[in-house]
């Protein structure tokens, strides 16, 4: 058990550093755009050879294809609703109507910009992407493995995401207090996955873990394709396209060690 909390706090304490300096740095917002898409590339990654393979080779192709497209629903749904919430505070139907087509096209805000929504998006992101991904830790260090290359894996894609995340709440309002708190919750959630991994769910059948992992592909694919490459792409330009590579070649070649 100590050495799943151990690896858990060290792979987890990424997440909290990254807020602490995303709350506290003032990042440009082209760089911001550039980090969230190679953040949005890393995730690609392990939705695609971390979570949903897993879940195929445990469970099935209709398992894994009823979790991912479970959890692409329910992603995007809570998505609608944070939306919502957040146009909703702002009075937009207290303040006076535009009527010219100019302010349609030049200063009608985009739906990250009115939702709000790209910190919480990717804070949703790591936790569904992290949760699986630490309990394969864990089930690791259950079966005897080391489970350093994973460790340094989840350790070097944590840093960036919660730093862009942090800094994207932060650029949106967000008190210091609000940004580290929600990310310790996360960093704490993430760290027990590994705790529980190496414990009860090391001895369960292969099938139990495909359809929460395809979930989780799922929830992570509909907050690229919803919120996060959009924002980035709005902030960023074309280029960003290249760290989005970037990010996915990168923790490729992380999964592999």
Request: hydrophobic share 55%.
């Given at each position: 058990?100590?050495?799943?909390?151990?690896?858990?706090?060290?792979?987890?304490?990424?997440?909290?550093?990254g807020?602490?300096?995303g709350?506290?740095?003032?990042?440009?917002?082209?760089?911001?755009?550039?980090?969230?898409a190679?953040?949005?590339?890393?995730?690609?990654?392990?939705?695609?050879?971390?979570?949903f393979?897993?879940?195929?080779?445990?469970?099935?192709?209709?398992?894994?294809?009823?979790g991912?497209?479970?959890?692409a629903i329910?992603?995007?749904?809570?998505s609608?609703?944070?939306?919502?919430?957040a146009?909703?505070?702002t009075?937009?139907?207290?303040?006076?109507?535009?009527d010219?087509?100019?302010?349609?096209?030049?200063?009608?805000?985009?739906?990250?910009?009115v939702?709000?929504?790209?910190?919480?998006?990717?804070?949703?992101?790591?936790?569904?992407d992290?949760?699986p991904?630490?309990?394969?830790?864990?089930?690791?260090?259950?079966?005897?493995?080391?489970?350093?290359?994973?460790?340094?894996a989840?350790?070097?894609?944590?840093?960036p995401?919660?730093l862009?995340?942090?800094?994207?709440m932060?650029a949106?309002?967000?008190s210091?207090?609000?940004?580290?708190?929600?990310?310790l919750?996360?960093?704490?959630a993430?760290?027990?996955?590994?705790?529980?991994?190496?414990?009860?769910?090391?001895?369960?059948?292969?099938?139990?873990?495909?359809?929460?992992?395809?979930?989780?592909?799922?929830?992570?694919?509909?907050?690229?394709?919803?919120?996060?490459?959009?924002?980035?792409y709005?902030?960023?330009?074309?280029?960003?396209?290249?760290?989005?590579?970037a990010?996915?070649?990168?923790?490729?070649?992380?999964?592999?060690?």
């Amino acid at each position: 058990m100590w050495e799943s909390l151990i690896f858990g706090v060290i792979a987890s304490s990424a997440l909290v550093l990254g807020a602490i300096a995303g709350g506290h740095i003032q990042i440009p917002k082209r760089v911001l755009a550039a980090m969230l898409a190679f953040a949005a590339g890393a995730l690609i990654t392990a939705l695609s050879f971390e979570l949903f393979e897993d879940a195929y080779e445990r469970g099935g192709i209709w398992r894994a294809a009823l979790g991912l497209t479970a959890g692409a629903i329910v992603f995007v749904v809570v998505s609608q609703q944070l939306d919502k919430l957040a146009a909703g505070s702002t009075g937009d139907d207290d303040s006076p109507k535009m009527d010219t087509n100019a302010a349609a096209t030049d200063t009608a805000p985009s739906k990250a910009s009115v939702g709000g929504s790209a910190g919480l998006a990717l804070l949703a992101a790591v936790t569904l992407d992290g949760v699986p991904e630490n309990v394969a830790l864990g089930v690791s260090l259950g079966e005897g493995t080391s489970g350093l290359a994973l460790l340094a894996a989840i350790f070097v894609s944590n840093f960036p995401e919660a730093l862009v995340g942090s800094a994207s709440m932060r650029a949106q309002g967000r008190s210091q207090t609000f940004i580290l708190g929600v990310w310790l919750v996360c960093a704490v959630a993430l760290t027990l996955a590994v705790v529980i991994g190496a414990g009860p769910l090391s001895r369960t059948q292969p099938e139990t873990l495909s359809f929460p992992l395809a979930f989780a592909a799922g929830a992570v694919l509909a907050s690229l394709a919803d919120t996060l490459m959009p924002e980035a792409y709005e902030q960023g330009g074309p280029t960003v396209a290249l760290s989005t590579a970037a990010g996915f070649v990168l923790s490729f070649v992380l999964s592999t060690l």
